[in-house]
């Protein structure tokens, strides 16, 4: 897969997306035909033990986007930047891009931030790298929103988030990810834009979809948001295997004679 293929598959079939954070996750979604591996900054509260994805520094994503394409992914594999790089300056967001293509061996980055940040994506295209948008809920903000929310339900968001599917389009983006954001108004995003809009929490009118892989497979020790359906149940057979293994020791019946 590449940012053409992916361009490409707007109106033909959704495009199928999950997080990845390390070689063994990426090789089995790879294997079952994932078109589009996202290293997220979610790696931050999935894997790592923050409470948010605030924490999360460029040396953390670069060692974990260098595990998922260490196994040579047929699926896109797309780099989240992490927090505080976006609204720096731009040689500082280049650079921090060109790392996770150079170092990371990712494809593309992914930038949360809609119209202020059109100018920079569009420097960042201009130079030969990718960008996939992020908008609505951009969980980067959460000092400032102090929680997660819906987006899109007055009309001046209605209004504002148009405006930011439209600019980052014009930007060069190959695709944008639109988190929590009313069904109706992804509905209207979606014919808006010609580029796909990826959701996430934000109804069936999309493009494709994402889900943190954690969640979707039930690999998860925390609360999941309300729209996650879990297509595994991971834990369960985490917590057996373990338990299993205590017993056989305890019993001393591993190792065998
Ligand atoms: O970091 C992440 O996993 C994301 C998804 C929620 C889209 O940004």
Redesign the pocket.
Known sequence: MNTKNIKALKGQRPIV?T?AYDAVLAKLADQSGIDLL?V????GT?QLGFDS?VQVTLEMMLHHTAAVTRINPKALVVA?MPFGYSFDDYETIFNASRRLIQEGGASAV?I?GGLKLAPTIQRLVDSGIPVLG?IGLM?QQIKILGGYRKFGKTEVEKKSLIEDARALEAAGCFGI?G?MIEAELTRKLTETINIPL?G?GSGSHCDGQ???SNDLLGFSTEKLPSFVQTFGEVSKAVSKGFEDYKKAVLGRNYPSE
Do not use: F, Q, R, W
């Open positions: 997306a997080t996202l997220g900054d979610s790696v999935t994805t989240d992914k949360e992020h969980p990810i988190e990826i996430i994402i889900l943190v």
